[in-house]
């Protein structure tokens, strides 16, 4: 159950797009379709923004989209406002019912 | 719409146990899985265990697996989470959430606010 990896921050300014990349192993990336993201605010909980490496739930801006190559999954913002500067979680299903999460990244809006 | 209420924390002592609860409401809480999944103070979110939709089938992350155990009461629509041996290293927020699929196991969607666990002599 080995942590993935994702980059200590990004950032960009407002209308901007910010990709934040997830690297794991075929254990849990590679090998499944069940890639999620979450955004977290300041003493807030975790709100799921995509499932399933690309699905956006209701509600959720499309200006978020995800994506999949190989061991990687890419999380995109698009067109950067004020409100996205949180930290972003990406989470694997890593096999067995377990998941795993990466370290989390911090997106500064400039 | 999804509530997903927890309970139970507070401060502890190294070695002793503490039972977490999360009410749930707004589904039907006996077709989905749940997860509970942890933050210690300023740090990443990290996997702690998941409930098959009957309860049936526990998973743990190697890091609580033989101290905690996951349980949950379909007729109350309630989870849990029984923490033994409690260490200094569990001392974080402890999120209950639900999965994202009826009756599967892919990734939380809903949580709740979190129940702060402080393990500490």
């Known amino acids: 159950q080995s942590a993935l990896t994702q980059p200590r921050s990004v950032s960009g300014s407002p209308g901007q797009s910010v990709t934040i990349s997830c690297s794991g192993t075929s254990s849990d990336v590679g090998g499944y379709d069940y890639v999620s993201w979450y955004q977290q605010h300041p003493g807030k909980a975790p709100k799921l923004m995509i499932y399933d490496v690309s699905e956006r739930p209701s509600g959720v801006p499309d200006r978020f989209s995800g994506s999949k190559s190989g061991n990687t999954a890419s999380l995109t913002v698009s067109g950067l406002q004020a409100e996205d500067e949180a930290d972003y979680y990406c989470c694997s299903y890593a096999g067995s019912y377990t998941f795993v999460f990466g370290p989390g990244t911090r997106v500064t809006v400039l | 719409q999804v509530q997903l209420v927890e309970s139970g924390g507070g401060a502890v002592q190294p070695g002793r146990s503490l039972r977490l609860s999360c009410a749930a409401s707004?589904?039907?809480?006996?077709?989905?899985?749940m997860h509970w999944v942890r933050q210690a103070p300023g740090q990443g979110l990290e996997w702690v265990s998941f409930s098959w939709y009957d309860g049936n089938d526990k998973y743990y992350a190697d890091s609580v697996k033989g101290r905690f155990t996951i349980s949950r009461d379909n007729s109350k629509n309630t989870l849990f989470l029984q923490m033994n041996s409690l260490r200094a290293e569990d001392t974080a927020i402890y999120y209950c959430a639900r999965d994202n699929r009826i009756f599967g196991a892919t990734s939380p969607d809903y949580w709740g606010q979190g129940t702060l666990v402080t393990v500490s002599s």
């Open positions: 707004g589904f039907a809480f006996s077709s989905y899985g």
